[in-house]
């Protein structure tokens, strides 16, 4: 990550406080903050160690619960900085587990105070059409329709079937030509077929 800062500096790598303390600033030069990175704002790259941090804090609430930590999202959108927490019960998620296992990550949260900006925290199902990852994501969906993009030397190959089993990191899928196994770290995309 390059920073300027009115043409006086560059940084390799941005503290927060630094940054904060920078822009807080006024009358050096016009303010003009200029951040190029690959992916995300400027300071997403904070935004992954929060991620594994909260994890860590998240997860015995969401299993003293009976419920299963999907996934936590910590990004950077228009309406400021969102924290997702996504939740799952082979029964359904209802509006009681999504504010039970709010209040109580917001507490921790404020306690073990690790996010230093300003956050909404959203705890949610993942949702019928979130992509399926995760060997644990393929396992939690054994025997359901779903579409696949897989990798073969280079070239996208699409199959359409229902998950029949899931282990040590193959996905096998039973399609109309028969059963196919795929290396989970070859699927390049995986969605479930959602029949109504």
């Given at each position: 990550?390059t920073i300027s800062f009115c043409g006086l500096?560059?940084?390799?790598?941005?503290?927060?406080?630094?940054?904060?303390?920078?822009?807080?600033?006024?009358?050096?030069?016009?303010?003009?903050?200029?951040?190029?990175?690959g992916v995300g704002g400027c300071i997403m790259?904070?935004?992954?160690?929060?991620?594994?941090?909260?994890?860590?804090?998240?997860?015995?609430?969401?299993?003293?619960?009976?419920?299963?930590?999907?996934?936590?999202?910590?990004?950077?959108?228009?309406?400021?900085?969102?924290?997702?927490?996504?939740?799952?019960?082979?029964?359904?998620?209802?509006?009681?587990?999504?504010?039970?296992?709010?209040?109580?990550?917001?507490?921790?949260?404020?306690?073990?105070?690790?996010?230093?900006?300003?956050?909404?925290?959203?705890?949610?199902?993942?949702?019928l059409d979130r992509p399926l990852v995760t060997?644990?994501?393929?396992?939690?969906?054994?025997?359901?329709?779903?579409?696949?993009?897989?990798?073969?030397?280079?070239?996208?190959?699409?199959?359409?079937?229902?998950?029949?089993?899931?282990?040590?990191?193959?996905?096998?899928?039973?399609?109309?030509?028969?059963?196919?196994?795929?290396?989970?770290?070859?699927?390049?995309?995986?969605?479930?077929?959602?029949?109504?």
């Open positions: 990550m500096k560059s940084f390799a790598i941005i503290d927060a406080v630094l940054l904060a303390a920078i822009l807080t600033k006024v009358g050096l030069c016009p303010l003009f903050f200029i951040c190029r990175l790259s904070h935004s992954e160690q929060f991620v594994e941090k909260i994890m860590v804090l998240v997860q015995p609430i969401v299993e003293g619960a009976g419920l299963e930590l999907v996934d936590v999202q910590y990004r950077q959108e228009s309406a400021g900085w969102m924290l997702r927490v996504f939740i799952y019960d082979k029964d359904g998620i209802s509006i009681d587990h999504c504010a039970r296992i709010s209040r109580e990550v917001s507490h921790l949260l404020d306690v073990e105070d690790i996010i230093p900006y300003k956050y909404n925290l959203e705890v949610s199902s993942p949702g060997e644990r994501d393929f396992e939690r969906n054994i025997g359901e329709k779903v579409t696949l993009v897989v990798d073969e030397e280079g070239k996208s190959k699409e199959c359409v079937g229902h998950i029949k089993d899931v282990g040590d990191g193959k996905v096998t899928v039973l399609t109309e030509s028969g059963q196919e196994m795929y290396p989970v770290d070859e699927i390049v995309k995986a969605k479930l077929v959602i029949e109504f």
